[in-house]
């Protein structure tokens, strides 16, 4: 049985397990402080030894009030982004990049455009290029990684089907970078976003869940009552390539910021998650 450190701030509710650490608050806003809070030390920490710090960036609707709580550290509280590097879990095939729903447009209306990370740090799949070009991209997205000294940080949302990144249902546990197809659960739940079904793209470049799981530290992210279920069987089923984010079961660094809805069915099993 693994503890979980007194968090640097806020006071939240702890759920022990072996692995991962799942940390329950009673708000959103308290858990992206906490994880902005943990954040910020590292970009500051690497800053003062005159070093770069690498994290790997989510984009959908999860990780927004944790983008504002790092744009408000950089406005108010003298963080600087100049030594990070950042790369995106995905992007969609198929848009142009200044397409309103692409990753890369998403990253810079609320995070990048708002801080001070130099623009030759910021990477993000390429959704554009030709078919034949994809398999270098993804081989090069790899390498980019690889050269920054691997992902000192990574955060993730979970999607409908368990995924993390765009790692659908059948994904390896041991997959790189790569050009994969959109479950329909996962472009159903885009098309809101897109006006309807009909424009949700059907494939995306994703780093793969062996690129995932070799991240030094992850924070998974998850709200409200919609995430409980999925959230459930990737905490408490089996390791399992249908659910991807399962495989954070296994890596020894992954931390779960969860608000009370989401992990509203995790408390209901005492026998697996101890509340403390
Ligand atoms: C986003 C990503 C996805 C999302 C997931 C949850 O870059 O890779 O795995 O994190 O689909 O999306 P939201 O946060 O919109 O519920």
């Known amino acids: 049985m693994r503890g979980i450190g007194t968090p640097a701030c806020g006071v939240p509710l702890f759920l022990f397990m072996s692995?991962?650490?799942?940390?329950?608050?009673?708000?959103?806003?308290?858990?992206?402080?906490?994880?902005a809070c943990e954040v910020s030390e590292?970009?500051?920490?690497?800053?003062?030894?005159?070093?770069?710090?690498?994290?790997?960036?989510?984009?959908?609707?999860?990780?927004?009030?944790?983008?504002?709580?790092?744009?408000?550290?950089?406005?108010?509280?003298?963080?600087?982004?100049?030594?990070?590097?950042?790369?995106?879990?995905?992007?969609?095939?198929g848009l142009a990049r200044e397409h309103p729903e692409t990753y890369w447009s998403f990253m810079h209306r609320h995070l990048f455009d708002h801080i001070d990370v130099p623009a030759s740090h910021i990477h993000l799949p390429s959704g554009t290029l030709p078919e034949a070009a994809i398999p270098?991209?993804?081989?090069?997205?790899?390498?980019?990684?690889?050269?920054?000294?691997?992902?000192?940080?990574?955060?993730?949302?979970?999607?409908?089907?368990?995924?993390?990144?765009?790692?659908?249902?059948?994904?390896?546990?041991?997959?790189?970078?790569?050009?994969?197809?959109?479950?329909?659960i996962t472009r159903r739940d885009?098309?809101?976003?897109?006006?309807?079904?009909?424009?949700?793209?059907?494939?995306?470049?994703?780093?793969?869940?062996?690129?995932?799981?070799?991240?030094?530290?992850?924070?998974?992210?998850?709200?409200?009552?919609?995430?409980?279920s999925i959230l459930r069987a990737a905490l408490t089923g089996p390791i399992t390539e249908q659910v991807s984010a399962s495989f954070l079961q296994e890596h020894p660094n992954t931390a779960f910021y969860l608000d009370r809805s989401a992990a509203s069915a995790l408390e209901a099993r005492r026998e697996t998650c101890q509340v403390s």
């Open 190 to 228: 885009a098309a809101p976003a897109f006006g309807g079904l009909e424009w949700v793209p059907t494939r995306a470049i994703t780093m793969g869940c062996g690129t995932i799981l070799a991240a030094r530290r992850i924070a998974l992210l998850a709200w409200g009552t919609k995430k409980a």
């Open 136 to 184: 270098a991209h993804c081989a090069e997205y790899e390498a980019s990684i690889h050269d920054a000294g691997g992902l000192d940080f990574q955060l993730l949302g979970i999607g409908g089907t368990g995924h993390i990144g765009f790692n659908e249902p059948g994904s390896p546990k041991d997959s790189r970078t790569r050009c994969v197809q959109l479950d329909e």
């Open 42 to 93: 590292l970009i500051r920490g690497r800053a003062a030894q005159g070093r770069l710090v690498v994290l790997g960036l989510a984009t959908g609707n999860t990780p927004l009030p944790f983008y504002q709580e790092l744009i408000r550290l950089h406005r108010h509280e003298g963080l600087s982004f100049a030594n990070v590097v950042t790369f995106n879990l995905d992007e969609y095939l």
């Open 19 to 35: 692995f991962p650490s799942i940390r329950v608050f009673d708000s959103r806003d308290v858990a992206v402080r906490e994880l």
